[in-house]
């Protein structure tokens, strides 16, 4: 099968020379004024820890609803534990997309300054590896996230640094999504309703199955199938915001199997890279000119986060 995004080699821009970081830089450009979503490999994320959480998650699940239910954190919006079947849903739909979720936050330590910001995550006692597991792909996730957003900082001209403080002890969300077998004809065709991502950029470990489509600049839902190994990017709707439109959040969706794989479940873990809630997501002046004229009023990242989540119905 032909493949529908660029894939570039983050260790050519971790480990290499000024020529190679160069090239990396104008090649991760390209791709996403392109196309949106980017592939990525050798990538500093260990195989076999994300197999492992995977296994992990698989068997979170499996348990009982009561059981998941009771890893729910009420008035967190989702931040922190279990989100049950049918909560999210796409800002423009009235429909629950047909997931269940997990989410891990940022780890700090009881002193730090920012802990009141940084609930416990939760622990799963009938999955005690699962805690530790999820910390150490989260930590792993936010390292290769850091150099791709160097990457990115270089692009724009802002200096490589330009995003390091910023997201440092950031509120980076990592996600565990399981998308139950479909058993009867759905509301909407659909697993999760087209959408754009909230944060800076979203790294994603290949899915347990497919059905992650993009939407092209020609308007085309392209399928994505990363090889194996491989982690997806794709920009968020802050950086978007940030940028005044010039790198552009991508839409995309997750759609329903044919009928005869109905019975599949999908599984898939997103890692939402977002910075610290005071970073200010003015429209850089760079990116506003005659041509592409102011288009957002200024925000913090928390306040646009805060603004967001009530849309796709996760905060009341």
Request: some cysteine.
């Amino acid at each position: 099968m032909a493949r529908t995004i660029p894939v570039v080699d983050l260790s050519t821009f971790v480990n290499g020379n000024e020529a190679e970081r160069s090239a990396f830089v104008d090649k991760l450009g390209k791709a996403f004024h392109e196309v949106g979503f980017v592939g990525v490999v050798n990538h500093g994320i260990d195989k076999s820890l994300v197999d492992d959480f995977y296994a992990k998650s698989k068997d979170f699940f499996s348990l009982p609803v009561e059981e998941k239910s009771s890893h729910e954190v009420k008035g967190m919006a989702g931040q922190r534990g279990y989100t049950s079947f049918g909560t999210e849903h796409a800002k423009q739909s009235k429909v629950a997309d047909l997931k269940e979720f997990f989410q891990i936050g940022q780890f700090v330590a009881p002193d730090h300054p920012m802990k009141e910001q940084y609930p416990d995550n939760v622990k799963v006692d009938a999955v005690p590896e699962f805690y530790d597991l999820g910390k150490n792909l989260y930590k792993s996730f936010e390292k290769s996230g850091g150099e791709l957003l160097k990457a990115i900082a270089i692009h724009l001209d802002l200096g490589e640094d330009y995003f390091q403080k910023k997201i440092k002890d950031g509120n980076s969300i990592l996600r565990t999504i399981h998308y139950p077998p479909i058993t009867e004809e759905p509301r909407t065709a659909i697993r999760a309703e087209q959408h754009e991502d909230i944060n800076l950029i979203t790294l994603l470990v290949g899915a347990s199955a497919g059905g992650l489509q993009l939407l092209n600049n020609d308007g085309e839902w392209l399928d994505i199938t990363p090889e194996e190994d491989e982690i997806v990017i794709n920009v968020g709707d802050m950086l978007q915001r940030l940028t005044n439109n010039y790198l552009k959040s991508t839409t995309h969706r997750v759609v329903n199997p044919p009928k005869e794989e109905w019975h599949v479940p999908r599984l898939s873990i997103p890692f939402f890279l977002h910075p610290k809630s005071e970073m200010d997501l003015t429209c850089l002046d760079d990116c506003v000119s005659d041509e592409r004229p102011l288009a957002y009023e200024p925000i913090t990242a928390g306040e646009y986060l805060d603004e967001r989540l009530r849309e796709i119905g996760l905060k009341k």
